[in-house]
């Protein structure tokens, strides 16, 4: 899947407990804790986040971050469909705030556990 984030966007501290995470960064960057692990990605970067290991990430900087997800195995897009929204229209809609009751409850059922609050990072990754 590409996924689109704009300039602010940060996820929980989460876990799959079913699947393994992975994204190729085409344009942006991104910043991200795995485990004990902080890191940076930029356009050409592969990120693996395996499951069970507590993992999140933010856009780093002013521009939006494109990113082809992968999710092995195969299942993470049913809860993107089941979590999201249909698109009414071929461009994106303006910033809003998820629904966190929605994602939490969809993210269950999926294997996908919020463990702390959104990612926020200072200074300078440390990998």
Known sequence: ????????FATPL???HTADEAFYVLAGA?????????WRATPGAFVWLPR????????????????????I???????VI???EPAQERTLPPPAAPDIEKLVAVGTKYGIENVG???QFTGTPTA
């Open 73 to 79: 195995p195969a299942g993470f897009d049913r809860f």
């Open 1 to 8: 899947m590409e996924f689109l984030h704009p300039p602010g």
């Open 117 to 119: 609050p959104p990612v």
């Open 52 to 71: 069970g290991v507590p993992h999140g990430y933010a856009v780093d900087g002013d521009e939006p971050l494109r990113t082809l997800a992968i999710a």
């Open 82 to 84: 089941e979590a999201g």
């Open 14 to 16: 989460h876990v799959h």
């Open 30 to 38: 991104m910043r991200g804790v795995c485990g004990d692990q902080e």
